[in-house]
């Protein structure tokens, strides 16, 4: 791909394409019509991360062709947002002419919301000093002079400095309500927030009039759990990362959602404690036998999807919501769960337009 000029004369045709191949995918299971949500064109990427390319005193952004492992220097990025495409120039052309910021730097990792704010990783080969420091305060307040919301972190090894926080908050609206969102660095977050948008409204909209409670696994900062808690009597949701719960328990109370509870626990963790197998001290004060016996569950794996023990679980749920980002992994599962369940809906979700990749959510309901 030419990373400096997108193909946006090819986007509906790549996306019919990949609407053709999910449906051929998943024709052994009876689908219903595909719906289909598009992404903008360009600029929907929140987050982008490149190398740094030194010569002489100069340094560039740079990726790398994944065919020929070329590298290629970048000015612009059009498929990230556009507030990272704002910065970048102003970072290289700041860094360059500081040596002590500019010396065996290796990558910059960058984070920005739809609410205007920026988090910026410097990651280096070497130890961070207290004079780097200094410069980074520097810099930071050029750069907040310049405009820019902005948060930086520094990363060397064994070694994480914050200027001021490891973290930003983003607001998304959904049916005319404002939800903040924190997104801590290096944790999972959805890198298209227009696209996140459309999947949280969809996720409202097949849980409309819903009875009681919704259990949820793969959680992650609760970017589903908040947008669904007022479409049920009470969310329970669970989570293995400790920085996104973190974000979670902070989204929660920002919020004022007063019926969701989020808890660390892995899935298979989570599956030994409905199971009754094992009894986490979490998950004190949490009523399980309301969670056994709710009708709904909602989960969005990492692209391995599910193991068995979960998917035995999660069978027991007259509902299911399946956020999946890796087709294969969902059509292995779809093939255990369609032996209870029937899909009822389906919606692919162009996350990553001019990849491969295939963003799908599936309910089932059982037969
Ligand atoms: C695809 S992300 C979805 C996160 C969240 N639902 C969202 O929309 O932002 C998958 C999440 O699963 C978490 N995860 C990965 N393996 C897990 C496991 N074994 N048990 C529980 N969570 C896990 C990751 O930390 C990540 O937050």
Redesign the pocket.
């Known amino acids: 791909m030419n990373f400096e000029k997108l193909p946006i004369e090819l986007y509906q045709q790549q996306l019919s394409d990949k609407k053709e191949k999910l449906q051929v995918l998943l024709e052994d299971f009876g689908t219903p019509d595909i719906e289909l949500f598009e992404s903008p064109v360009s600029h929907y990427r929140m987050r982008a991360e490149f190398r740094i390319w030194h010569e002489g005193n100069d340094i560039f952004h740079i990726m790398f062709d994944k065919k020929t492992k070329s590298r290629i220097k970048l000015d612009q990025y059009p498929v990230a947002s556009k507030l990272i495409n704002q910065i970048m120039p102003v970072m290289i052309s700041y860094l360059k002419d500081n040596l002590i910021l500019r010396f065996r730097l290796f990558q910059i990792d960058y984070l920005s919301t739809q609410s205007g704010k920026l988090l910026v990783s410097l990651l280096y080969h070497k130890p961070l000093t207290d004079e780097w420091a200094a410069a980074i305060e520097i810099m930071k307040r050029s750069l907040n002079r310049d405009g820019f919301d902005i948060e930086i972190v520094g990363r060397a090894h064994k070694q994480k400095m914050k200027f001021n926080h490891d973290y930003i908050d983003e607001v998304f609206v959904l049916d005319d309500k404002p939800l903040i969102y924190r997104q801590v660095e290096n944790s999972?977050?959805?890198p298209n927030a227009v696209i996140n948008q459309k999947m949280l409204q969809w996720a409202r909209s097949v849980t409309l009039n819903s009875q009681g409670s919704l259990l949820e696994?793969?959680?992650?900062?609760g970017?589903?759990s908040l947008a669904l808690a007022d479409n049920f009597r009470s969310v329970l949701a669970?989570?293995?990362?400790k920085s996104?719960v973190q974000a979670a328990q902070y989204n929660i109370a920002v919020n004022q959602i007063k019926n969701v509870n989020i808890i660390r626990l892995?899935?298979?963790e989570f599956t030994q404690a409905i199971n009754g197998e094992r009894v986490f001290k979490r998950l004190s004060g949490i009523d399980l036998s309301d969670y056994k016996d709710c009708n709904t569950i909602l989960v969005?794996?990492?692209r391995s999807g599910l193991d068995q023990k979960s998917l035995q679980m999660i069978q027991g749920y007259s509902k299911i919501i399946y956020?999946s980002?890796n087709p294969n992994t969902l059509v292995d599962n779809l093939a255990y769960l369609t032996q209870s369940h029937y899909i009822k809906n389906i919606a692919l979700f162009d996350q990553f337009p001019y990849t491969e990749h295939i963003e799908t959510g599936v309910v089932l309901e059982v037969k």
């Open positions: 999972f977050t959805q696994l793969y959680c992650g900062n970017n589903f669970t989570e293995i990362a996104s892995s899935a298979e969005d794996p990492p956020i980002c």
